[in-house]
């Protein structure tokens, strides 16, 4: 993404660990913008006339995902998504004024919001209210986050949906739902559809469905 004003242009890089925003200038010189233990997931542009660079990043777990806003100095930030659960995707509009924001989690269908650049909300665009109530119908029980340390001293993160009237002195079949291949992970607080109604229905029939993130 090049900057119109400034010979730079901004990029995301892993050079520290995790995946971070960077300004390089055409004489060779690099700025970090963002730092931390956590990865920028998507950089979603840049007000130029108030040096503001607008961002998704995983910052408060691997499975969540959050708009930001900071200086291109580094300094400023600020979360602009407001949930304390869920996944945020935001489309900008021309000029960085507003965005249009898409937020789900683990439990609830999408809500899509109109926002100012600031983050104040305008207006609803569709809040699935009918499926809502639909959903309620079904007494489904919670997918439930949760991280554990294996024998190798490694952390992973998980999810988990009980049975209804759940009993920890019983034991219960298991259904391990995996993915073990790159470039995904599947341990997200956001909406399933299909797969979490299917989920749904095993805890229905007795069972508890997990589900781990492979280091």
């Known amino acids: 993404m090049f ?50 660079i607008y961002y998704i990043a995983a910052e408060e777990g691997a499975h969540r995902k959050d708009l930001y806003v900071i200086k291109t100095d580094g300094s400023g930030k600020k979360k602009l998504s407001t949930r304390s659960t869920g996944t945020n995707k935001a ?61 190798e001293n490694v952390g992973l993160n998980a999810w988990m949906i ?5 009993d920890a002195n019983k034991k219960y079949p298991v259904l391990l739902f995996v993915y073990g291949g790159p470039g995904n992970n599947e341990v997200i607080d956001t909406w399933e559809a299909q797969q979490y109604i299917w989920h749904q229905m095993l805890a229905q029939k007795g069972y508890l469905v997990v589900c781990v993130d492979p280091r």
């Open 162 to 166: 009980k049975p209804k009237n759940f």
């Open 91 to 151: 489309e900008f509009s021309a000029g960085m004024k507003y965005y249009i924001n898409y937020w789900d989690d683990a439990n609830t269908p999408l809500h899509v919001t109109l926002h100012l650049a600031n983050g104040k909300e305008i207006k609803v665009l569709e809040d699935n209210k009918e499926l809502n109530t639909t959903l309620k119908q079904f007494n489904l029980s919670k997918k439930e986050f949760f991280k554990f340390t294996t024998s």
């Open 3 to 52: 900057l119109d004003k400034q010979d730079a242009f901004i990029r995301t890089s892993e050079k520290d660990g995790f995946n971070h925003i960077y300004i390089d200038d055409f004489n060779g010189n690099t700025k970090q913008v963002t730092k931390g233990n956590f990865d920028v997931v998507d950089c979603k542009g840049i007000d130029e006339k108030n040096n503001l």
